[in-house]
C-alpha cells in the first residue's frame, strides 16, 4: 500500500531496504529526519556523532568494514565532512557508502546556500538527486549499488523541499545484504602517497565508467512531447516544471554528475530551444556549455533562492504573477523570535546591557541577534565564535576582550567549539566564553548530544562534562550560573571580562521546551506602577505585550510560562506575581 | 479549465497546531486513493513566526507547492497571517479564518498596531470568506485546544471529504484521550458551513 513519507523518511527507508544496517549524523536542518528515522527500524545500528566530520569518518569505517553505511548533514555540514570525503573519494568503499548532503535553496534555516552538487565534480564522485519522496527512496537504494559496484561513496543530494514534503511512497522488501568480510588492503585503504596516486588512477577511470553508465541507467530519461522547447532538469524544480510545462520535451536527471552527454546531445537535436532548470548554481548548464551545446539558463533563472512553479510559468510562458490581492505589504511582519521562558533570551538582554561585542554562532539563540534583543555581532558557522573572538582580540588587543564575549551553544560547543578554546589557551588569549547550555540540541528538534548523557535512542550514555572538559584544556575560570537569575549572570560576566585571562561561564538551564518542570508562578502588570518606559518589552517575550493607547505593559498570560525574567527588569516593581 | 487538483494553504503562527490539520487532511486524501503531497518547512521559522503547511490532493500531482493564485481553499489559524498569504488563494478562493488574533513582535512592541479591521479588509476582496471562532466552539466540546480540529471540520465540509473517513483519521491521529472531545468539534466544525 501506499503511504506518505516525507523525504527524509523515505531516504531511510530505501537505507533500510539496501541492507544499510549503520547510519551516522549530526543533526542540521532539512537533514535532521534521516537518521533520526532509520534510528527506529530493527537491527541496524544508529548515532548521533558531535559532528559531520565524525560522522562521515564513522561512515567511512563501517564501509571499510563491510557495512552499508547511510551518512547524513545539511549542507554545510558537508564542508566540516570535506577533509575526509576527498580522500575517501579516492579509497572508495567496501560496503556502500551513500553521503546524504540537504542542501537549502532559499535559506529556511541555515546561513548560506551553498549548491553541494559542486562536491560532485570536486571529489570525483556520483551525485544523485530525486525529485520527490519515491525517488528518494528509490535512488538511495540504487546509490548502494553504485557505490559498490564503481567503489566510490554516493552522494545523495536533495533541498529542503523534498526533504519536507510528503509524497507518495510504495515501500520494497529488503535486501538480504551480508556484511562483506574484512580484508586488511593497505594500497586500498592507507592514503600515503605513493598509495594515492595508484588510486588517483582509480578514481579517473571509475568517473569513465559512470559517465557510460548515466547514458543507459535508469535515472536519467527523456519524455518527448512538444519540441520547441526541451527543458534539462533534475530534483524538485523537475516537478515545478511537470506542473505548468506539461506540454513540454524534458530530460530529467536523476543523476547529476557525471552527465550523460550524449543522452544530451541527441536531446538538444531534437528541440528547439533547449533550457536548464536548475535552483542556485550552474552545474549542468555550465557543463552542457562546455560541450559547445547552445542552452539558455543562468540568463532566465536566478542564481538566488528557491524557485516555484509560477517562477517558471511567468518565466518560459510570459504568464505574469502579479499578487492577486497585496493585503500583504499593509501588514506587520512576524519574525521568529525566542520562546517564552527561553534561558537564552535574558543572556542576550543581559550582553546588550552592558554594551558587549558578541561573536556568536549557530543555533536557536542566533535569534538573540534580532531586535529587540539586538545582541550578536557576528554568526558565521558552527564553531566560529571563539576563533571569531580570539581574531578579534589578536587584532585589537586585550583592552578589546574586555568588552568582548563568544556565545555558542552546548551542542554547537561539542560540535567545533573545543578546539578554539584550546587555541585561546595556547596562544595566551583573555576571552570570556559564554557556553550556553540548554541540554539539548534545541534547534533541530532536541536531538541529544555527547553531553545530555543519552544516546539516538535516549539510553543513558557516558555523559561529557562541560566544566571538567574545560578545566582540562587549561581554562581556569570556570564557572556555572543560571541565565534566568540575571544579576548572578551579569556579575559573572562583568567579573570575568576583568580578568586578563581566559574564562568559561556556563549559562545553564535546560531548554523551555523540554522543562516539563512548569514554574506554575503567572505575573500581572500593575497599571499603577507601570511607566510605559518598555524596558520589559525589550525582552522580545510574547508574554508581555504593550499596549499602545494606555502606555503599559500587559502580561499575555496565554504565553507567559512564569521565567520571571521581566519581573527583574522592571525598575519600578511594577511586575508582580499574581496571586491564583 | 477545470483544476484536476485541490489545493488548500493551511497557515498560521507556529506552536498553533496547523500540522495536526494537515496531517488529518492527507491521511483522508490518502484513504480516498488520490495522489497527495505535502508541503511544510521545519527549523528557524517555526520559533513563533509565520508557518504555512500545503497540501495538494487529486489524481495526479507534481508539484509540491501550490502555485501562487492557485489555492482552492486558504484556512488561517490567524488573521494576520490569512492576509499574509492571501495572494496563494485563486481569484473565486475560499477563505476560512478562526477568530485568533496573535501579536507579531512588532505589534508587541508597540511599534506598529495589528490591523483590527484586516478580516474586513480581506471580506473587501474575497466575498467568500468566513470567519469562525474556533476556540469558542472547542471549549464548548470541553478543550478550546481542539480549535485546530473545529477548522478542520469546517474544511472538510467545504472541500467535500467524507465525514466518516474524517472521522475514523482523528481517531488515529490525535491521543487516545482527547478522541472525544476532537470528534465532538469536528462534527461541530462541519455543522458551521452548510454543503
Known sequence: MKQLMIGNEAIARGAYEAGATVATAYPGTPSTEIVSSFAKYDNVYAQWAPNEKVALEVGVGASIGGARTLVAMKHVGVNVAADPLYTFAYTGVTGGLVLVSADDPGMHSSQNEQDNRGYGKFAKMPVLEPSDSQEALDYCRIAFHISEEFDTPVMLRITTRLAHSQTMVEIGDMEDYQLKPYKKNVPKYVMLPANARGRHVEVEKRMLALKEYAEACELNWIELADTSIGIISSGVPYQYVKEVMPEASVLKLGMVNPLPETMIREFAQKVDRLVVIEELEPVIEEQIRAWGIPVEGKELFSLLGEYSPELIESVLKGVRNEDLYGLVKEIPGRPPLLCPGCPHRGVFYTLRKMRLVVAGDIGCYTLGALSPLDGMDTTICMGASIGTAMGMEKARGPEFAEKMVAVIGDSTFVHSGITPLIDIVYNQGTSTVLILDNDTTAMTGHQEHPATGKNINSEPTKKLDLPTLVKAIGIENVRVVDPLKLDQLQSAVQEELERREPSVIIAKRACALIETQPTGIKYYVDPELCTGCKVCIRLGCTGINFLDEEKVAVMNLNSCVGCGLCPQVCKFDAIKVLEV | ?195
Request: hydrophobic share 45%; net charge neutral.
Open chain 2, 1 to 195: 479549465m477545470s483544476k484536476q487538483v485541490t489545493d488548500i494553504l493551511i497557515v498560521g503562527v507556529g506552536g498553533q497546531g496547523t500540522l495536526l490539520t494537515s496531517r488529518i487532511l492527507a491521511d483522508v486524501a490518502v484513504q480516498m486513493d488520490y495522489d497527495v503531497k505535502v508541503s511544510e518547512i521545519h527549523g528557524m521559522a517555526q520559533r513563533g513566526g509565520s508557518v504555512v503547511t500545503q497540501v495538494r490532493f487529486g489524481k495526479k500531482v507534481y508539484s509540491p507547492i501550490i502555485k501562487k493564485g492557485d489555492a482552492d481553499i486558504l484556512l488561517a489559524f490567524e488573521k494576520l497571517e490569512a492576509a499574509r498569504w492571501l495572494d496563494y488563494l485563486k481569484p473565486d478562493g475560499m477563505v476560512i479564518i478562526n477568530d485568533e488574533r496573535v501579536d507579531p513582535l512588532p505589534v508587541m512592541s508597540g511599534k506598529v498596531k495589528y490591523p483590527l479591521d484586516i478580516v474586513d479588509k480581506i471580506r473587501d476582496k474575497v466575498p467568500n470568506t468566513r470567519l469562525i471562532n474556533a476556540s469558542e466552539i472547542a471549549s464548548q466540546c470541553g478543550n478550546s485546544r481542539a480549535a485546530n480540529v473545529v477548522l478542520v471540520g469546517v474544511l472538510a465540509a467545504v472541500a467535500g471529504l467524507p465525514a466518516e473517513e474524517m472521522e475514523s483519521a482523528i481517531q488515529r491521529l490525535v491521543p487516545a484521550k482527547a478522541i472525544e472531545t476532537n470528534l465532538q468539534a469536528f462534527k461541530e466544525g462541519m455543522s458551521i458551513i452548510p454543503n
